[in-house]
Nanobody
Framework: QVQLVESGGGLVQAGGSLRLSCVGS????????MGWFRQAPGKEREFVGS??????WYADSVKGRFTISRVNVKNTVYLEMSSLKPEDTAVYYC?????????????????WGQGTQVTVSS
């Protein structure tokens, strides 16, 4: 059974930091595109960032504040978030898909985690 499980969400004040984790099981994901997405209340799910091997891409809204990293031996990808803003409040999801460069479209990803809530207070 292939699974992705996110963790690390919570409540944080504006300007604070959080690190989200996404742990895969059932197969290895080292050669996959790994994406982070988020969905705020009343809004569509949007692309946050992705990593393929050691190459990374970010949405303009988070560039310079969020960093994606991966540890292949742990089958894990991280999203480090700093300088958090109230508008970053959302459910954050990780996803895995085929090795496509800079993949942003949600339908390119085959496996999805359950999501973890991030709430940023003002």
């Amino acid at each position: 059974q292939v699974q992705l499980v996110e963790s690390g969400g919570g409540l944080v004040q504006a300007g604070g930091s959080l690190r989200l984790s996404c742990v895969g099981s059932g197969r290895t994901f080292s050669s996959d595109s790994m994406g982070w997405f988020r969905q705020a209340p009343g809004k569509e799910r949007e692309f946050v960032g992705s990593v393929l091997w050691d190459q990374k891409w970010y949405a303009d809204s988070v560039k310079g504040r969020f960093t994606i990293s991966r540890v292949n031996v742990k089958n894990t990808v991280y999203l480090e978030m700093s300088s958090l803003k109230p508008e970053d409040t959302a459910v954050y999801y990780c996803a895995a898909g085929p090795p496509l460069i800079g993949a942003r479209a949600q339908n390119l990803y085959h496996y999805w985690g359950q999501g973890t809530q991030v709430t940023v207070s003002s």
